[in-house]
């Protein structure tokens, strides 16, 4: 290997591990606090995807776009969890299974209604279409770049929010002990529904980030879904800094991966690693709950 | 949870068998008339139709050995299945292409080889992945064994010389041990006697003294721990024995067909097996056989109204979570002892 291939080869494992800490941020603060298994958060990635996808038709405008897709994939994730979720925090893991499962079909029902099949173009912002040249030899796309960019920023600015902050307390709270933290006074279904639509904005960042690079389809959230629901585990369910770092190991692990070794082999290396690291830590690198 | 009393049968199998189960007797029975019915109507489409209800319900089966009764939440189903399905279907390929597995295997199109070995690496699969995900447990075990769904999926559609994504068709004319099964009605009849003898095997699994432990284990771990019995290997047993069940479902599955596809692993397939086995209810060995008989005809006529199907069926699921807690088996009202069920923790 190369020392050009071995940058952009890490290059792009960082990016893809900041995408993935993106989704299971949300997915591990919504099961570290409200105890409930969202495997309908894919949904939301392929909601951030569309929505883009119809505000840059309609206003022309990449940063127009976004800055309209993120609430409104809050907005569908704080009604999802309004309308259904809620009522099932204290459900049996089994029924949230199926309750998700079951929200899944729906949403992916309705992209169709709206959407069609075919993929629909999300394309790029003009001024981040091209490559950057980085140094000698070595051009790396600067949309990616950019992806790189937003998704350590957001990463940073969200270790920020839920350590250095009174919301961030009553996350951690939540998390941890979250008979207590009610008793304490927090305001617990607040927080819920705080955490779940912040949760879903960032899985709609995440989607629609990933767009102009793979494509904006239905069920185009399901592959991410299951890496960062192995991301998840492997950083213990309701930590952040687990699901950053487990999200930077996956992602590099899963690029080197498909890299180095024959496609039958590289496609597992992930779950390999996954099974490697429960068969050492069972509750994750970073357990939460005693 | 309250705990509730766990012993083996007191009375007669076959007396007790036709109080708490005559639901499923006459759903059997009923099947057994299906090639008659579908060649009465001159529709080969119905036999197809319950072909695929009978090996569904044979994988749902299986799954809820371990949910059910106990308490695992398996998302790697569809994958044990896909196992034993390759397994056929590779053998059968090397058969007719007369080239060596791995350089070294012959390859077969005698079912009454592939498809048991298909069972073992099926069991296989299932006991390597489980050392890993029952030690630990609840959305812990959910999500790792939808992982190692995917592993199995993105495995096989890696495997180029076996079709890849686009799956493998078997070309070699398969037998059983000499018997020639590739006749709709005959493969049928194979199919229905597997599914009533793998039914018989769980139904008398589940009330020996290994399923009462692996129920005992679903209610309450711990305690199990304080009778001096180790939960784990009970769990990883059970898990091997539901996995060999998934296997055989999962090799007639590529027998009927004479195809074998990824998409048939993919974890959605898995979600679709816990839909049926909940559908039909899981405090029963046979419940979900039910749930995959209204699973198949629900994926059967729902296309033919609307394009999109799959909305209304989401929400079907949605709302017999929210309403119907003991599937369907609450709505035929059959009487008897419950399982544990699954719902806990």
Redesign the interface.
């Known amino acids: 290997m190369s020392l050009s291939l071995f940058i952009e080869q890490s290059l792009n494992g960082v990016q893809l591990g900041v995408m993935l800490f993106l989704m299971a941020a949300g997915l591990t603060l919504v099961f570290g606090i409200m105890n409930l298994i969202n495997l309908a958060h894919g949904s939301l990635y392929m909601a951030g995807a569309f929505f883009a996808a119809a505000f840059i038709k309609l206003t022309g405008s990449f940063v127009l776009a976004v800055l309209l897709a993120l609430p409104a994939a809050a907005i569908v994730g704080a009604f999802v969890e309004w309308a259904v979720l809620r009522r099932f925090y204290s459900r049996g893991h089994l029924d949230q299974v199926l309750v998700t499962f079951g929200l899944i079909l729906v949403f992916n029902d309705v992209v169709r209604m709206i959407w069609g099949v075919v993929p629909v173009p999300l394309p790029p912002p003009d001024a981040l279409a091209g490559s950057v040249h980085l140094f000698e030899g070595v051009f790396y796309p600067a949309f990616r770049l950019a992806i790189l960019a937003v998704g350590a920023l957001v990463a940073l600015a969200l270790y920020f929010v839920v350590s250095h902050t009174r919301v961030g307390m009553w996350i951690r709270a939540g998390a941890s002990n979250r008979p207590m933290a009610s008793a304490l006074g927090v305001d617990v279904e607040l927080v819920f529904s705080l955490v779940f639509s912040a949760g879903a904005a960032l899985a709609g960042l995440a989607g629609l980030m990933a767009g102009p690079i793979t494509a904006v389809q239905v069920g185009m959230g399901e592959p991410i879904l299951i890496l960062a629901l192995v991301v998840t585990v492997i950083g213990g369910i309701g930590s952040i800094r687990g699901a950053f770092v487990a999200a930077l190991i996956i992602g590099i692990g899963d690029t080197f991966g498909r890299v180095l070794l024959p496609p039958a082999l590289g496609s597992m290396v992930i779950f390999m690693l996954m099974a490697a690291i429960l068969a050492w830590r069972p509750k994750g690198l970073f357990p939460v709950h005693g | 949870m309250v705990d509730s009393a766990l012993k083996p049968a007191e009375t007669g199998f076959i007396a007790r068998t036709l109080r708490e189960s005559w639901p499923i007797l006459v759903v059997l029975a009923l099947l057994a008339l299906a090639p008659t019915l579908s060649s009465a109507l001159e529709n080969p489409f119905l036999i197809r139709l319950f072909t695929r209800a009978v090996i569904f319900g044979m994988a749902a089966v299986a799954l809820n050995f371990v949910?059910g009764f106990g308490g695992l939440?398996s998302?790697m189903h569809a994958g044990l299945a896909g196992i034993g399905a390759y397994t056929v279907a590779i053998l059968a390929f090397h058969d007719y292409d007369g080239s060596k597995l791995f350089g070294v295997f012959a390859g077969t199109g005698n079912l009454a080889i592939s498809i048991p070995l298909g069972m073992l690496l099926s069991a296989f699969g299932a006991a390597l992945?489980g050392?890993?995900?029952l030690?630990?447990s609840?959305?812990?075990f959910?999500?790792?064994t939808?992982?190692?769904n995917?592993?199995l999926y993105?495995?096989f559609?890696?495997?180029?010389q076996y079709g890849g994504d686009d799956g493998l068709q078997i070309l070699a004319s398969l037998d059983l041990a000499g018997f020639d099964i590739s006749k709709r009605a005959t493969f049928f009849y194979v199919a229905l006697a597997a599914l009533t003898l793998e039914l018989l095997f769980f139904a008398r699994l589940v009330d020996s003294r290994f399923g009462v432990i692996l129920r005992a284990t679903a209610q309450n771990e711990r305690r199990v721990i304080a009778l001096g019995i180790p939960p784990l290997r009970y769990k990883l047993a059970a898990f091997a024995i539901s996995g060999a069940a998934a296997g055989l479902a999962g090799a007639l599955w590529a027998t009927g067909q004479q195809f074998v596809s990824p998409s048939e692993l993919s974890?959605?397939r898995s979600?679709d097996y816990?839909?049926m086995a909940?559908l039909g209810g899981m405090g029963r060995v046979w419940g979900p056989v039910l749930g995959a008989i209204v699973f198949v005809l629900l994926e059967a006529f729902l296309p033919s109204w609307t394009q999109?199907?799959?909305?209304p069926?989401?929400?079907?699921?949605?709302l017999?979570?929210?309403f119907l807690k003991g599937g369907l088996i609450d709505l035929v009202g059959a009487k008897g002892p419950r399982a544990p069920g699954?719902?806990?923790?």
């Open positions: 949910l939440v998302l992945t050392i890993v995900s030690r630990t609840g959305a812990y959910i999500m790792i939808l992982a190692f995917q592993m993105y495995f559609v890696a495997l180029q974890w959605v979600g816990i839909v909940v999109f199907w799959q909305a069926f989401g929400l079907v699921v949605i017999i979570v929210v699954g719902g806990g923790h």
